[in-house]
């Protein structure tokens, strides 16, 4: 008999993106889906938009299920979803991406034959919202870092590795089994490294080398001009807060992932010094790398961003792809941190 697979998707004022991902998985290949859609607090057409598919999910055998809240941030969302999902396995969508048609079918056949692994990624395309036709990169960016099956440590640190909701199917009996509450604490970010790494820590992870999800970047996200430097900070402070939360719980060496968590938000802090230009956090925050030893060549690059009008314009053209990710990933941080959701 074939497996039941939860979707679980946040949304916050998606009315101009939801309709393409939830086609998506109406046009999903997999017999057996439920989608459970939290409607967080939106405050334009949302819910029209949602329930306005829920009769084209029935007509396709799926389950349909809307859950709607008040105004309580991506991760109060998917604890609201995690409460009462029923299926076998489970993943969850960022909602202005979409699916392959292919993808559930794919992720599930390969968690069946292959028993030893407790989850399962794939690759995806990123676009530019503009043009849908034509992807910019994969996210993988082919790295042959893309292959590991241990996954934790570089989920800590974010060293060639990548978050994206969509590229994920976990075992529920896995996942379960390292969340039993079905509950992660943080209301309002940081949902990714709560769901992910109590999973990673204990199970491995099998790779299909094929992009099964699509990641869209749009246009409002393409510019940090949109938010201050300042909310970003703040957004990078609570984000760090998150993670030493969750690690802390985690049967791990926490002196060693002190020092590991302690350098990747100060290498996030300089990332947004060259961003911005301020040579003055730039120097600052690439004096302490510097203290430790551990500065590596992006570290510079982004040094020297911070320092040289003429290097920050070669920097943006150097590191575009991670430079969209970033500013989609830093607006997300953003209204997180404000309570606006994603």
């Not at 794939?122 to 292959?147: C, G, M, N, W």
């Not at 204990?202 to 869209?216: A, F, M, S, T």
């Not at 040094?303 to 792809?321: C, D, P």
Request: with cysteine; net charge negative.
């Amino acid at each position: 008999m074939e497996k039941k697979v939860s979707i679980i998707t946040p949304c916050y004022n998606g009315e101009l993106y939801l309709g393409r991902l939830l086609e998506s998985v109406l046009n999903q290949s997999y017999p057996i889906i439920e989608m459970i859609l939290v409607n967080d607090g939106s405050e334009d057409s949302t819910e029209l938009v949602a329930l306005s598919h829920k009769e084209k999910f029935e007509q396709r055998g799926y389950r349909f299920l809307y859950l709607y809240q008040a105004n309580a941030g991506p991760a109060a969302a998917i604890n609201a979803g995690l409460a009462v999902f029923t299926g076998d396995y489970l993943t969850w969508a960022d909602s202005d991406d979409f699916y392959d048609s292919q993808s559930i079918a794919k992720q599930v056949a390969f968690l069946e034959g292959h028993d030893e692994y407790g989850w399962v990624r794939t690759d995806a395309l990123v676009y530019d919202e503009k043009d849908l036709l034509h992807p910019v990169e994969f996210i993988s960016q082919k790295s042959p870092f893309r292959f590991r099956e241990e996954l934790f440590d570089a989920l800590v640190r974010e060293d060639h590795v990548y978050f994206a909701p969509g590229c994920n199917m976990v075992r529920t009996s896995a996942f379960l089994d390292v969340i039993p509450s079905r509950h992660i604490y943080a209301p309002r970010a940081g949902q990714n490294y709560q769901l992910m790494l109590p999973v990673a820590l204990k199970y491995k992870c099998g790779y299909i080398d094929e992009p099964l999800y699509n990641i869209v970047i749009r246009p409002n996200s393409h510019s940090h001009s949109l938010v201050s430097k300042e909310d970003l900070l703040d957004a990078c402070d609570l984000h760090e807060n998150v993670l030493r939360t969750v690690v802390s719980s985690l049967d791990v060496d926490q002196a060693h992932y002190d020092r590991v968590i302690r350098d990747k938000y100060i290498r996030r802090k300089l990332t947004y010094a060259g961003i911005y230009r301020d040579n003055e956090l730039g120097f600052r925050l690439y004096e302490k790398l510097s203290s430790s030893g551990s500065q590596s060549l992006q570290d510079r690059l982004y040094y020297g961003m911070s320092q040289s009008r003429y290097i920050n314009y070669l920097g943006r053209g150097v590191l575009k792809i991670k430079y969209m990710l970033e500013a989609r990933a830093a607006r997300q941080s953003v209204q997180e941190l404000k309570g606006t959701g994603v």
